[in-house]
Every structure is written in C-alpha cells, then in structure tokens.
C-alpha cells in the first residue's frame, strides 16, 4: 500500500529556498523558516484515491449492492458516502478512530491512514515552517498564505489552528489539508501548531502550548502580514477544546483574547450520560474505548480535572465575554450533544455564534474530504460561516 510521504520525511527533506514572489504581502518570516513543498501522491496513491472516488461517488448504488440498508437515528440519516467508509473500514477490522496498542502505535496507524489519500490542495501562495518559544521548548509551526492575500485590499485574519486527535496523535501533516482548505475558502492566513501530546505531556501541557502559540501569533500577525487585530483560534475535536479554553483562560487571567473562535466537533465535557456519547459510542468512528483512552491520556480520569473549566469548558461559572464564535458539529458524532450545548450555553452568555450541524457526518470528516465530497461540503460549509464572521 503505497503512501506519500513516510514520518519524519518532511524534517529531512525541506531543503529549498523561499521562492520568489510567495510571500504574503508585508509578511517576514523568521530566520529558521523553510518552505514546504507540495508532496504529490505516489502513483499506487492516486490508483487508490481514484477508486475511493469512484465507489464513494456510487455510494448508494455501493450499499444497495452490499444490502445494507439506510441508518437514522432520531430523524438523522447517515451520509451514505459516511456509512460505506464504515462499512470499509469495518471490514479492513478498524473498528476504533484512535486507540493502537501504544500512543506510538496508534501515531503512526493514524497518520498513515490520515495521509493515504492527503494531498496538497487548495494550493497555497505560500506554505512555510518555523518554530516559535512555548514553555516546554520551541513549537513548530507551519503558517499558510492563500492565494486571496495578494487580491485582497487588507490584510487577511490570521487562524491559530489546532489538531485533533484525542491529546494523543496527529500532527501538522494529518491536518495540512484541512488546514489549506480554511484557508483557502474563508479567505484566512492559518498558522497550524505542533502542540506536545499525551501521555508523555498531558494535561496542562497541551494548553500551555496552544497559548503560548496564540500569544505569539497576535503579537507576531503584522510580521506575517496578517492583521493584527483579527486573529482568532481554531481546532477539531481534541483541538477545539484547547481553542475554546485558549479564549476562556485568556478572558480568566489577561492576555490577547482571540478575535473569534472556529470550533469544529469540539469535546468540550465530560458526561459520558450524553445521549449521543451513549447512543454512538461504537460502529460510527469515535468509539467509548477511543474517548476512554485520549482522557486517560489526558487528564488519566482525575475527577477535579473533570469539572476543572479548562478541561471541560462547558462547566464555566461564566462565559461571558467569550469570542464570537462558529460551531461545525456532526450529527453521527458521540461529541455531537456536547457541541450542540456549547453553542447555546455561549449564546446564553451573549456571544454571537454561528452553528451548524452537518447532519449526516460522522467524527473526523473533515480529514475525509480528500474523498468525500459530503465531507468536502460540510467543512467548505462551515468555513463559509468562518468567513461571513470574520
């Protein structure tokens, strides 16, 4: 089975000059910065990606061949493009989204999985890496410039991103065309940040990281020809939790506090009673034992940490004062409740918030997209909302 690149390949293998002309106008990037070129996808990749397309394009006619029928849950349908990516990965034995033998196992079964099908699109101006300080050591970051800060008569909002992936896996690759696609269609530049993961680092690590990265990119968004005054977080999952709490410990304790907040199918508490962390708690991604071991990784299940707002931010005393924010929740999700409750609980408070359940999505679409266009839809979905916030 063939990949496009192998871990570890990226650090290796940048070696070429900034090219001229792809910089984003005004911007200066710090010495250590290295471009990041387009990886295409080996052959035995694009054979495979074409055929996801194919079967995925048919996925109705793909599923009345295999008799399986339909699924709703409570007036929700499944994407049938979602139900047969199951039905695949059921079949390939891949019963859970995250858990490996080991937190090194399942880094680099994720990632391969992840990166099967990945490819550098939308295409950027300009795609650069560097690290910055954080308070455990420098950070890598990679920042993205879309082609619309060249067209664009201001400077473009600037989106601290950060990754899903239960506290425990992923990377700036898993994420790298997610993070072209915000990009690109919300007219952002993205700076995607290599935060430390648990178990080795658990919490507070995580969120230490992720704010030490928005304090630098609001202090640092002039150099890299963003506006400063425009400079919001964003993250998936595991990643949505570390922006929300971004926003809410830099409201607590002082700081720059984000412009918006764009939260896709963010865990944000702790009730396993939920009806959705019961009801989809198996055979629909994101599974009990997958969300079992990212909080023993991260919190290893400490009941003060479970109530503590800077784990769970849905149990603040208060959340007034909290960013505007866009909500991207999936209705096949076992964090779909959680998110949905979020979005009133800081309209409640007074924030202006935009949410959108993408109805027939399941945990992780937006790493999906690559070939699925439902998936494709609902992220592009969402990042139209980002745009008509900003």
Known sequence: MAYPREPGALASE??????????????????????????PLSQGAQREQKIARFLLGRAREMLRLRRMRPI?????????????????????????????????????????????????????????????????????????????????NSPLPLMVFLHGGGFTVCDLDTHDQPCRTIADRARVQVLSVDYRLSPEHPYPAPVEDARAAFAWAAEHAGMLGADPKRVGVAGDSAGG?????????????????????????????????????????????????????????YTAFDEAL???????????????????????TAGFDPLRDEGNDYAQVLRAAGTDVLHFEAEGMVHGFINMASVSTSARDALQQGCDQLAALL
């Open 14 to 39: 940048i070696r070429a000059l900034r090219p001229a002309g792809a910089d984003a106008p005004g911007s200066m990037w710090p010495e250590d910065a290295v471009p990041v070129p387009d990886y």
């Open 72 to 152: 709703e849950r409570h007036g929700r349908k499944l994407d049938p493009q979602m139900q047969l990516l199951l039905a695949l990965r059921a079949q390939q034995g891949q019963t859970n989204l995250l858990l490996g033998d080991s937190p090194a196992q399942a880094r680099v079964q994720v990632r391969m999985g992840t990166l099967r099908f990945a490819q550098a699109e939308p295409a950027m101006a300009s795609v650069h890496e560097f690290r910055i300080p954080g308070p455990g050591g420098s950070l890598r970051v990679r920042h993205y410039v879309p082609h619309a800060a060249s067209e664009a």
């Open 306 to 328: 479970q109530a503590d707002p800077a784990v769970v931010p849905i149990r603040a005393k208060s959340l007034a004062g909290m960013p505007r924010a866009v909500i991207l």
């Open 241 to 297: 939790n570390l922006a929300t709490v971004t926003a809410l410990m830099a409201l607590r304790e002082g700081g720059p506090v984000p412009h918006v907040q764009f939260l896709i199918y963010p865990v944000v508490d702790a009730d396993w009673t939920r009806p959705s962390r019961v009801e989809l708690s198996r055979d629909f991604g994101l599974t009990l034992k997958d969300m079992e071991w990212s909080t023993q990784n």
